[in-house]
């Protein structure tokens, strides 16, 4: 048996083990109310960026039980930026991007960890934790950050969220926060600038919950 091979049985056994933990402690957890998110009070106008609303696909819609889903594109004078914000209440649904780009032809040129500095508006003093992806195809190379939220923070890595949301409130969920721009020397700034003013509207319904 080859190294990658055993690699990748590895991995994908963690990923089964862990997944078998979070459900068990999932199901031990008393009952809470469930989370409706619309993510309304996520700003249109950011900066000198304004934002489109985009139609979300119904059938990714269904295929991910996602309890909450926004898709935007904002235009600035910089370059535009992608906005895709899905809330759903089992982890099982909140899926990483880290797998979506491979599978739709993209090459992934980077991939590393990357955080933000704390968000006072989203009442944590904690950093924002990301995953920032470079990735290419044909001739478009674009630049991709993306965070998985729960009720109290952010991680970029997929298992740990399973844990967290198992461990969290029954009912909280957890979402998955992407952004994405064309990749040039601007494009991790205009993701900043996205990221500092729409993330702590996009995780506010939880704070309101209590």
Do not use: N
Request: aromatic letters at 10%; hydrophobic letters at 40%; one cysteine or more.
């Amino acid at each position: 048996m080859s190294s990658d091979t055993r690699r990748y049985l590895t991995a994908l056994a963690a990923v089964i083990v862990l997944g078998a933990a979070a459900e068990a402690m999932r199901l031990t957890r008393p009952r809470q109310a469930q989370y409706q998110p619309d993510f309304a009070t996520v700003p249109l106008r950011i900066g000198d960026y304004q934002g489109r609303d985009l139609p979300v696909d119904e059938s990714i819609y269904r295929y991910l039980a996602a309890g909450g889903m926004l898709e935007r594109e904002y235009e600035g004078p910089a370059g535009p930026v992608r906005l895709t914000i899905l809330y759903a209440a089992d982890w099982r649904s909140v899926h990483s991007p880290t797998g979506c780009y491979p599978a739709t032809g993209w090459e992934v040129l980077e991939d590393r960890a990357v955080d933000f500095p704390p968000q006072a508006a989203s009442g944590s003093t904690k950093p924002l934790h990301a995953r920032l992806l470079r990735v290419r195809k044909g001739e478009q190379e674009r630049l991709a950050v993306f965070s998985f939220a729960y009720a109290g923070g952010t991680t970029a890595d997929w298992a740990q969220m399973t844990i967290r949301v198992a461990l969290g409130r029954r009912g909280a969920g957890g979402l998955v926060f992407t952004l994405s721009t064309p990749s040039d020397p601007g494009a991790l700034a205009r993701i900043g600038e996205i990221y500092a003013a729409a993330y702590p509207e996009a995780i506010r319904f939880w704070a309101q919950a209590g």
